[in-house]
């Protein structure tokens, strides 16, 4: 979008958003220590939610309740691990976002699927 054009288009009163351009690394290393990040945080919750119920539910604690409701649960967990190992194999630019005073991959604008 040329420069006339966006002007014209924010006096106008509409908002314009333009894409994010992926960000060269400063280094390889960086690229790993970046995607290493961004694997744990992605996988750490539905990986916690898989084992914890396989856990609790093997200790006992899921006794009152009926099979298909533990099994409902171990399939959300294990559809969110799947969605997410799909948006990370996905990723074609180095996008990187801050989280927690970190640098992650933003796999929104990364290219990973959207689903």
Sequence with gaps: MGTGLLESARSAGLAVTLPTAAIPPI????????????????????????????????????????????????ELASQELARRFAQLAGVQAYVPRMRAGFVLLDLDQAGGPAE
């Design 27 to 74: 280094s390889p290393d960086e690229v790993i220590q970046v995607m290493a990040r961004t694997l744990a945080d992605e996988l750490a919750q539905p990986l916690t939610l898989l084992i914890g119920t396989l856990e609790l539910w093997q200790a006992g604690y899921y006794a009152d309740e009926p099979p298909a409701a533990i099994w409902a649960r171990l």
